[in-house]
């Protein structure tokens, strides 16, 4: 027997029972947000992280994980809403397995450049470096930072990104992983700005 769910307006979600005779159980994450379901042989991963309010990560996160990503994934879409922490330290993207987060291998770099022609930019090997141009924390990120197994545990990584209102930040790197990919965390260079703004959401194929 199918369970048919109706959307609101149109469209509508279908669960059907398995062929193969077994019991088995769907278990939804204890996140409350939007549900994205990504990619062929797809499962559910928690959505968003903002909650809603007017203050969603409510100043008390130093760092966005999100765990449990399938053995099978190749690419890994981390999508910013404008976001923004309560500090001027750059923004990371780090790379994790079983063993945990790792802060080390990686090579990484980030640039900007404003409406004016100013650049500037920095490097890191302790993630995919996201620089943050703003003086004064007040950055409002809004971009996708792209993340694609290339072979093995090799992981390549691309991201385009508006800051503030008048500048844009490019970003590249790599990062061979001592195992499995199954987690991906936001944070920042010093790992005490916390997040004050935004949303943040990933998507994976």
Same mark, same amino acid.
């Given at each position: 027997?199918?369970?048919?769910?109706?959307?609101?307006?149109?469209?509508?979600?279908?669960?059907?029972?398995?062929?193969?005779?077994?019991?088995?159980?769907?278990?939804?994450?204890?996140?409350?947000?939007?549900?994205?379901?990504?990619?062929?042989?797809s499962?559910?991963t928690?959505?968003t #992280?903002?909650?809603?309010?007017?203050?969603?990560?409510?100043?008390?996160?130093?760092?966005?994980? !999100?765990?449990?990503?399938?053995?099978?994934?190749?690419?890994?879409?981390?999508?910013?809403?404008?976001?923004?922490?309560?500090?001027?330290?750059?923004?990371?993207?780090?790379?994790?397995?079983?063993?945990?987060?790792?802060?080390?291998?990686?090579?990484?770099?980030?640039?900007?450049?404003?409406?004016?022609?100013?650049?500037?930019?920095?490097?890191?090997?302790?993630?995919?470096?996201?620089?943050?141009?703003?003086?004064?924390?007040?950055?409002?990120?809004?971009?996708?930072?792209?993340?694609?197994?290339?072979?093995?545990?090799?992981?390549?990584?691309?991201?385009v990104?508006?800051?503030?209102?008048?500048? #844009?930040? !490019?970003?590249?790197?790599?990062?061979?992983?001592?195992? #499995?990919?199954?987690?991906?965390?936001?944070?920042?260079?010093?790992?005490?700005?916390?997040?004050?703004?935004?949303?943040?959401?990933?998507?994976?194929?």
């Amino acid at each position: 027997m199918s369970i048919v769910l109706l959307g609101s307006t149109s469209g509508s979600i279908t669960l059907s029972e398995p062929a193969v005779a077994g019991t088995n159980t769907l278990s939804l994450p204890a996140v409350t947000g939007t549900f994205v379901i990504a990619g062929q042989n797809s499962a559910i991963t928690a959505g968003t #992280v903002n909650a809603g309010g007017t203050n969603p990560f409510n100043n008390t996160l130093t760092s966005v994980d !999100f765990t449990g990503i399938p053995s099978w994934v190749k690419r890994i879409t981390v999508v910013f809403n404008e976001v923004s922490s309560s500090g001027t330290s750059n923004f990371l993207v780090q790379l994790g397995d079983s063993g945990g987060i790792e802060n080390t291998g990686y090579v990484s770099t980030s640039n900007y450049t404003n409406q004016a022609s100013t650049t500037g930019g920095s490097n890191s090997t302790a993630g995919y470096l996201l620089f943050n141009s703003a003086s004064t924390g007040a950055a409002l990120i809004s971009g996708t930072y792209t993340l694609v197994n290339i072979s093995g545990n090799i992981w390549i990584g691309s991201g385009v990104h508006k800051i503030i209102t008048t500048q #844009v930040i !490019f970003s590249g790197g790599s990062k061979t992983l001592s195992d #499995v990919l199954t987690q991906v965390r936001i944070t920042t260079v010093n790992g005490t700005d916390t997040f004050d703004a935004g949303s943040i959401n990933i998507l994976y194929e």
